[in-house]
């Protein structure tokens, strides 16, 4: 059976399906919001994939430039302020910090005097500021009886580029979401106006 469209629909009808697409309007940007919200979260959170290796130096909210060298025994991780290099040492099976190691360390082959610090932390400042670039750290670690020798890579390419993306505005990234949902509010008032419109017409026609 064959039904044809009828453009000049009458106001008892047009106005259920104004509501109906006003309501799925409404429902949508709820879900937007949502997202949006979630959105603003997963930006804003800060999530650190391996255990606390303590504060990190508190001149800077954006990641410093850091290496891990990992052996059997040991984990060494680095993290570079300036010509400060701030150490951490742990046990690799457990994640316990290791006191009182002998480290002997060196970067492009110059060794660099360790000091230790704290549980498990020690310190170390360089000659010279490191240039852009990828450097060589090789550490040996003496710890009792357990000794080691552990290398990583320091990569610093780019790390102002992305010391700026990190302290960009979270709100510049939710602009997106922002202006879609702006959008949606948009549509739902001209909608609701309409709606309001339709049933002063309706009303006034019942009045007639």
């Known amino acids: 059976m064959t039904t044809s469209h009828n453009p000049n629909l009458p106001l008892s009808t047009m106005l259920p399906l104004m509501l109906s697409f006003t309501h799925r309007l409404f429902g949508a940007s709820l879900a937007l919001l949502a997202a949006l919200a979630l959105g603003w979260t997963a930006t804003t ?8 290796h303590g504060e990190a130096p508190a001149a800077s909210a954006t990641a410093l430039p850091r290496f891990a060298a990992t052996s059997g025994d040991f984990e060494l991780v680095g993290v570079l302020q300036g010509q400060h290099l701030s150490l951490y040492l742990d046990r690799a099976p457990d994640n316990s910090p290791v006191d009182g190691a002998q480290i002997t360390l060196e970067v492009n082959g110059t060794a660099v005097p360790v000091q230790a610090h704290g549980a498990g932390e020690y310190d170390a400042t360089l000659p010279q500021p490191l240039p852009e670039g990828e450097h060589a750290i090789a550490a040996t670690v003496v710890a009792g009886a357990q000794s080691d020798l552990l290398a990583a890579t320091l990569d610093l390419h780019g790390n102002e580029a992305a010391h700026a993306e990190a302290a960009a505005p979270v709100w510049r990234k939710a602009l997106p979401w922002a202006a ?20 002063r017409t309706t009303a006034a026609g019942g009045a007639a």
């Open 180 to 199: 879609g949902l702006a959008a949606l509010m948009a549509a739902i008032a001209i909608a609701l106006v309409a709606t309001q419109r339709a049933r």
């Open 45 to 52: 959170a800060h999530a650190d994939a391996g255990h606390d």
